[in-house]
């Protein structure tokens, strides 16, 4: 199975700041690769497919990119609503596999 | 409007069966794939397996022994049977749609999840 490392496993940062979130595959994933978000209240929603596509809905402070192995999640500006967990995943095999999550924390 | 919701037994006891359902509304399970993830507590998701729309199967090879993914379409409902369970099977266990775009390539997307069911493996 493909491992998916992100880091850091937590990010201290404040509102209105720019943030940039790592995710490593332990092999190329030709892009294939999604970010997802999760709230305090167990809740998921998709944010980006395929890299830098963002999904339907999601705001434009939301960014995606990367290729082979190595890939990156941007919020420009952050808003109170953005601090939770976020998970890589990549779909490039099977079965596609999550990263371990980055907590983004109230400065 | 899309919704999934998971019910079932919060309790487990180890070496026993964990049954849960998937209802869904708002999309029919004849046109639309479901994947069954779990979350251990402080861990990341981990795809189980998926019930295909055309009523086709797929499972995580590493649960693929103990796993059993069906449907019932005339009630909207994809279930789980996963047997012999132990501790730490213990999480929160989520459905979700699964979407596809293709642009020439098939891109896949788990673009609506369930509140998520939370269970425990205890004696």
């Known amino acids: 199975d493909i491992q998916m490392t992100q880091t850091p496993s937590s990010m201290p940062a404040s509102l209105g700041e720019r943030v940039t979130i790592s995710c490593r595959a332990s092999q190329g994933i030709s892009n294939y690769l999604n970010w997802y978000q999760q709230k305090p209240d167990g809740t998921i929603k998709p944010l980006i497919y395929y890299t830098s596509n963002l999904q339907s809905g999601v705001p434009s402070r939301f960014s995606g990119s990367g290729s082979g192995t190595d890939y990156s999640l941007t919020i420009s500006s952050l808003e109170p609503e953005d601090f939770a967990m976020y998970y890589c995943q990549q779909y490039d095999s099977s079965p596609n596999t999550f990263g371990a999550g980055t907590k983004l924390e109230l400065k | ?123």
């Open chain 2, 1 to 123: 409007q899309v919704q999934l919701k998971e019910s079932g037994p919060g309790l487990v006891q180890p070496s026993e069966t964990l049954s849960l359902t998937c209802t869904v509304s708002g999309f029919s399970l004849t046109s639309y794939s479901v994947s069954w993830v779990r979350q251990p507590s402080g861990k990341g998701p981990e795809w189980m397996g998926r019930m295909w729309y055309d009523g086709d199967t797929a499972y995580n090879s590493a649960l693929k022994s103990r796993l059993s993914i069906s449907r019932d379409t005339s009630k909207n409902q994809v279930f789980l049977k996963m047997n012999s369970l132990q501790t730490d099977d213990t999480g929160t266990y989520y459905c979700t749609r699964d979407i596809y775009y293709y642009d020439g390539y098939y891109h896949y997307v788990m673009d609506a999840w369930g509140q998520g069911a939370s269970v425990t493996v205890s004696s």
